[in-house]
């Protein structure tokens, strides 16, 4: 019951088949690789496959073949929140999120990282290691420390304070490197080639990336079998984007939906090279970036993943935006106020991005769209609200609450 159907990687330049081990990329023309599955006998058993809670609910999906490597924190089933407050602040017809931060670290990073560890398990290592802007250090931390397994986590050394805090608690080791995620990730990349550790990176390995594609399949599900009319997904090299469009094509491909979403990429402003690739109709030329309070989509340089995005977006009719740090942190505060979510800068950029494609009229205001916030705001360091203390006496406690509630 419940077992994985995954049958092999293939590469997705050249097409190659190969078996299911530990590699990643193609041995003909270094493509990066993706998983299949035998859809003859998915779709034989409809839906129906999944069964039990969680992420690995999806586990027919997903490449993990033993169950004692599911490694598991309870991370997916994350709520779909109807948002009719804010639909109708932006004047859209219906409006979902995805909120991610009720992962067991606070991200979607959970879901990459349950099946990641897991891979090194069914693989046999006995150590990991990712570079980090922050939240994949926790979350791989997290779930190799629940798999008895050594974590080596390289952190970016302008993370906010409740992330390192978070990293420092998880991980075996904790590294601070010098720079942003691109300074590092290019040489950190080679080491993989060693085999000394797990790669639990974004930019190649197949099994890692493979966990994230739940969240279309649960969007879906939480839609009694529907795909919104538009998702967007934020955008760093791109694995959350990749995952998701996976997902739902996979779903489309098996008669599961009847359509596939279209797919708005995010990015920050401050680090938009898919952006301005999409929008200049040429490859990804890799930007030098400085520092963005979405300091998840903080790449410049999104490597093999940047163009497999950028082929997704202009294969399947997508749209690529971007939008400003003070528009991230507006739409955080509008979030806030309006639906009681809070996620942090890199979660919001989504809706951030979709404030400015709606004010471009690049998105028609009568689709059901789904925002994917990717973070919890618990992590956000910002300045703190003032601490003024005021002490009262039961008239002046009067006083300010008639005051206050007077006020529109
Ligand atoms: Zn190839």
């Known amino acids: 019951m419940n077992g994985s159907h995954a049958t092999a990687l293939r590469c997705i330049q050249c097409g190659t088949s190969f078996p299911l081990e530990y590699r990643l990329e193609c041995d003909r023309c270094a493509g990066l690789l993706e998983l299949q599955y035998d859809w003859a006998a998915l779709e034989k ?101 629940k798999a008895g397994l050594r974590s080596l986590v390289f952190a970016y050394e302008k993370t906010s304070a409740p992330k390192l805090l978070h990293m420092a608690a998880t991980a075996t080791d904790l590294v601070i490197y010098q720079g942003v995620y691109d300074d590092l990730i290019g040489i950190w990349d080679r080491l993989v080639e060693d085999r000394v550790f797990f790669d639990c990176g974004a930019s190649r390995n197949a099994y890692k990336h493979e966990g994230k594609k739940t969240i279309a399949y649960e969007i879906a599900e939480q839609l009694s079998w529907q795909a919104p009319d538009i998702v967007v997904a934020p955008v760093a090299v791109g694995e959350t984007f990749i995952a998701a469009c996976r997902g739902f094509a996979e779903m489309a491909q098996v008669g599961w939906i009847s359509k596939q979403p279209q797919m708005v990429a995010a990015q920050a402003a401050r680090a938009n090279a898919v952006v301005r690739a999409w929008r200049e109709h040429r490859p990804i030329q890799p930007i030098k970036i400085g520092y963005t309070v979405a300091e998840g989509l903080a790449a410049g340089d999104p490597g093999k993943k940047g163009s497999w995005t950028l082929a997704l977006l202009q294969e399947h009719g997508g749209i690529a935006g971007d939008a400003e740090d003070e528009e991230i942190l507006e739409a955080q505060r509008l979030l806030a106020q309006t639906e009681g979510i809070w996620a942090g800068p890199t979660g919001v950029a989504t809706l951030a991005v979709l404030r400015r494609l709606l004010s471009q009229k690049a998105i028609n205001w009568d689709a059901t769209i789904c925002i994917i916030l990717s973070e919890t705001g618990l992590k956000t360091e910002a300045p703190l609200p003032s601490r003024q203390a005021l002490a009262f006496d039961e008239a002046s406690l009067r006083r300010l609450v008639t005051e206050r509630l007077a006020r529109r």
């Not at 496959?49 to 599911?70: C, E, K, M, N, S």
């Not at 997916?76 to 992962?103: I, T």
């Not at 891979?119 to 979350?139: C, D, K």
């Open 45 to 145: 058993s409809g839906p129906d496959v999944f069964t039990g809670g969680g992420l690995w609910r999806y586990a027919p999906v997903l490449p993990i073949a033993d169950p004692a490597h599911r490694v598991t924190l309870g991370e997916g089933q994350s709520p779909l929140l109807d948002c009719p407050a804010l639909a109708r602040r932006l004047g859209v017809r219906r409006l979902y999120a995805k909120f991610e931060g009720s992962n067991p670290t606070g991200t979607v990073k959970d879901r990459s990282s349950t099946t990641a560890v897991a891979a090194a398990l069914q693989f046999g290592f006995s150590a990991t290691s990712v570079v980090s802007s922050g939240n994949a250090g926790s979350s791989i931390g997290a779930y190799s420390a």
